[in-house]
T-cell receptor
Framework: DAGITQSPRHKVTETGTPVTLRCHQT?????MYWYRQDPGHGLRLIHY???????DKGEVSDGYSVSRSKTEDFLLTLESATSSQTSVYFC?????????????FGPGTRLTVL | AQSVTQPDIHITVSEGASLELRCNYS??????LFWYVQSPGQGLQLLLK??????LVQGIKGFEAEFKRSQSSFNLRKPSVHWSDAAEYFC????????????FGQGTELSVKP
């Protein structure tokens, strides 16, 4: 257990509304990630962070922004939610700074955009 | 481009039978390879990883995987499947770019017959 929590765990929202998902970790890991999971696609990286205020885009970043003002919190924001953003969102931390280090995942947030 | 392919979307095995889940990757450098398991409604749990050394790696829950560079494969095996192994299994390769993101396969859903 890497001490990762996500909130909310479930959310239903309407098209065009802003949505913020929160990832919180308790173990001071430097690297944090946001993935989305869709059937037939596995998990795909949205954004990642390599330190406070240091973030970068992943492969499916359009329509998403992130912020990291504290080591323990990594926020994912959908500025104006669309139905194509209905998905399950997972936060992860990397246990160490090398790419060979495994990632540990939070429990996920199921987001439905109507 | 880096990619991971899991050729089998769904596999059904009888309890007590052996299991092999296939994973093929495409990556230019030495790959860091991972297998994760996801039970319904849950996050992902690491089963095992390979990054160097012995090409046969042991993981949790009685799973093992063998890295074969010549075949670009990292197949997951278990000699005797238990009903509790029913879940979705993801193979992933760790990339050195994009903050060490994980590139996931599409997943293989395992069903276990009594």
């Amino acid at each position: 257990d890497a001490g990762i929590t996500q909130s909310p765990r479930h959310k239903v929202t309407e098209t065009g509304t802003p949505v913020t998902l929160r990832c919180h970790q308790t173990e001071n890991h430097r690297y944090m990630y946001w993935y989305r999971q869709d059937p037939g696609h596995g998990l795909r990286l949205i954004h990642y962070s390599y330190g406070v205020k240091d973030t970068d885009k992943g492969e499916v970043s359009d329509g998403y922004s992130v912020s990291r003002s504290k080591t323990e919190d990594f926020l994912l924001t959908l500025e104006s939610a669309t139905s194509s953003q209905t998905s399950v969102y997972f936060c992860a931390i990397r246990a160490g700074t090398g790419s060979y280090n495994e990632q540990f995942f939070g429990p996920g947030t199921r987001l439905t955009v109507l | 481009a880096q990619s991971v392919t899991q050729p089998d979307i769904h596999i059904t095995v009888s309890e007590g039978a052996s299991l092999e889940l296939r994973c093929n990757y495409s990556y230019g450098a030495t790959p860091y390879l991972f297998w994760y398991v996801q039970s319904p409604g849950q996050g992902l749990q690491l089963l095992l990883k390979y990054f160097s050394g012995d090409t046969l790696v042991q993981g949790i829950k009685g799973f093992e995987a063998e890295f074969k560079r010549s075949q670009s494969s990292f197949n997951l095996r278990k000699p005797s499947v238990h009903w509790s192994d029913a879940a979705e299994y993801f193979c992933a390769v760790g990339a050195d770019n994009q903050g060490g993101k994980l590139i996931f396969g599409q997943g293989t859903e395992l069903s276990v017959k009594p």
